[in-house]
């Protein structure tokens, strides 16, 4: 398959005719190279092993949350549920195609304005070891964007939905702070919020008092 800037993938054919085909693949957004390093981390390993492994990581982060007193159709959908919560935004750590120190690195932060009051405080909560993580990518891509990120998917753009919301990373930052997190670097996280408030709709709101829309303010207010 031959790398493109606009996407990626596979396609294969096969003269067999029914039972099952087993493949394997790799990918990486830094290139080939890379997705052959993460091929490595399957080699010599059965599928049964690898899903065994992926049930067994499941288990182990559905299991955090027990519900007592319900069907089998309300838990089958509680916990339905908390995995899709836990899909995105999705853990890519090393593999930022824009920087390439080895740091955390979290995309399809795609709609911020949606998540900052509900999915993140889940993650702070329950999942402090990825909550860590995902804060650390925050102050990342704010350093190396200029911008902390409002919408975010794979885009050079930290702030291409600005109309939607402002300063909600900000708050995301705030509220791991408040739940004591470590190993963060608390002044470097302060100076990229700061620096991000001085700019488009936050140097607005600090010379007006408002900014448009009027959401838009509340959030500003907050940060």
């Known amino acids: 398959?031959?790398?493109?800037?606009?996407?990626?993938g596979l396609y294969f054919t096969t003269d067999e005719k029914g039972g099952s085909i087993e493949f394997r693949i790799a990918?990486?957004?830094?290139g080939c190279d890379q997705a052959r390093e993460n091929f490595a981390e399957?080699?010599?390993?059965?599928?049964?092993?690898?899903?065994a492994a992926a049930e067994q990581k499941w288990e182990?982060?559905?299991?955090?949350?027990?519900?007592?007193?319900?069907?089998?159709e309300?838990?089958?959908?509680?916990?339905?549920?908390?995995?899709?919560?836990?899909?995105?935004?999705?853990?890519?750590?090393?593999?930022?195609?824009f920087w390439f120190q080895d740091?955390?690195?979290?995309?399809?932060?795609?709609?911020?304005?949606?998540?900052?009051?509900t999915q993140i405080p889940l993650i702070l909560t329950l999942y402090r070891e990825t909550g860590r993580k995902l804060i650390k990518a925050l102050i990342k891509t704010g350093e190396h964007h200029g911008h902390l990120p409002i919408g975010y998917v794979l885009s050079e753009d930290a702030i291409k939905f600005s109309g939607q919301c402002s300063a909600v990373a900000h708050l995301s930052i705030y509220d791991a702070f408040i739940r004591d997190y470590v190993r963060v670097d608390w002044l470097r996280a302060l100076d990229v919020m700061l620096r991000d408030l001085k700019t488009g709709k936050g140097a607005i709101f600090q010379r007006n008092g408002y900014v448009h829309p009027f959401?838009?303010?509340?959030e500003l207010a907050e940060a």
């Open 1 to 8: 398959v031959v790398p493109s800037p606009e996407c990626f």
């Open 27 to 30: 990918f990486s957004l830094r």
């Open 42 to 51: 399957i080699d010599g390993h059965s599928f049964e092993e690898v899903q």
């Open 60 to 72: 182990s982060h559905l299991s955090r949350i027990q519900i007592s007193g319900a069907s089998d």
């Open 74 to 97: 309300q838990k089958k959908t509680f916990y339905t549920a908390l995995y899709h919560s836990l899909i995105k935004p999705a853990d890519l750590t090393n593999e930022s195609p």
């Open 103 to 117: 740091t955390p690195f979290f995309t399809d932060l795609s709609t911020m304005w949606d998540i900052y009051k």
């Open 215 to 218: 959401t838009n303010t509340l």
